[in-house]
């Protein structure tokens, strides 16, 4: 399952992550890619033991801790720091199909997980560029997705995906990685939908309805079944 997350950066800190970014040097990104991915991988990314990217990884992380919609879909357990890209026009950038590393380790910190879930979040406004979009594959078909700036979006890293090239201008983003305390998809998705309608309930009839009450016991319930933490 696809889910977007809109507006988890303000288009004031996009702003800003913009313009301590375009300060700064850009690596190869073969540099954190797998064998397969590195042969179809023509980017660039921040170094990720860079203090810029440390420093604007913390915001990123902070943002999400204060998206329920983000805690809601990925019930995160570990998250990767994040990383930063830029896909150029003028350099002919894109990703090939591939599939993201199982595990992955950060050796500043030594936090190894197992990736089931990959993130995306826009730093460029599509109007920015063109081309660039992510391109993920599941059961029902291939998606394209490019949001406006600040908006993430969630999807499978078990699943083919790639970046389309950019054929004008320049996107940025920034990507990452994360382990759900809910490792089935299934399961994480049943419980995404549930809180979703807990959620609304909630708003028409209140948190101390009867039936509301017992929905959020199923869904802490389902929870306590399937968690590993
Ligand atoms: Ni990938």
């Given at each position: 399952m696809l889910i977007c997350v809109p507006e988890v950066l303000s288009k004031a800190d996009v702003a800003d992550f913009r313009r301590v970014m375009d300060g700064c040097a850009w690596e190869d990104?073969?540099?954190?890619?797998?064998?397969?991915?590195?042969?179809?991988?023509?980017?660039?990314?921040?170094?990720?033991?860079?203090?810029?990217a440390r420093k604007?990884?913390?915001?990123?992380?902070?943002?999400?801790?204060?998206?329920?919609?983000?805690?809601?879909?990925?019930?995160?357990?570990?998250?990767?720091?994040?990383?930063?890209?830029?896909?150029?026009?003028?350099?002919?950038?894109?990703?090939?199909?591939?599939?993201?590393?199982?595990?992955?380790?950060?050796?500043?910190?030594?936090?190894?997980?197992?990736?089931?879930?990959?993130?995306t979040l826009f730093l460029s406004e599509p109007e920015e560029y063109d081309g660039g979009e992510l391109v993920v594959e599941d059961l029902y078909g291939s998606h394209e997705i490019k949001l406006s700036a600040g908006d993430l979006v969630l999807y499978p890293a078990s699943s083919l995906h790639l970046v389309t090239p950019v054929t004008r201008g320049?996107?940025?983003?920034?990507?990452?990685?994360?382990?759900?305390?809910?490792?089935?998809?299934?399961?994480?998705?049943?419980?995404?939908?549930?809180?979703?309608?807990?959620?609304?309930?909630v708003e028409r009839l209140g948190r101390d309805d009867p039936e509301t009450v017992k929905l959020t016991g199923i869904y802490h319930n389902l929870i306590r079944t399937w968690a590993e933490v």
């Open positions: 990104g073969r540099s954190t890619a797998g064998a397969q991915s590195a042969l179809g991988k023509r980017n660039e990314q921040l170094s990720a033991d860079s203090e810029v604007l990884g913390h915001r990123v992380l902070s943002a999400l801790s204060a998206s329920p919609r983000f805690i809601s879909a990925a019930i995160p357990l570990q998250i990767f720091p994040p990383l930063f890209n830029r896909y150029a026009a003028a350099d002919d950038h894109h990703f090939g199909i591939h599939v993201d590393n199982a595990v992955r380790g950060d050796p500043l910190t030594g936090l190894r997980i197992r990736t089931d879930l990959s993130v320049t996107r940025v983003a920034s990507f990452f990685w994360l382990q759900s305390m809910v490792r089935d998809a299934h399961a994480r998705s049943l419980i995404f939908d549930l809180d979703t309608a807990i959620q609304a309930l």
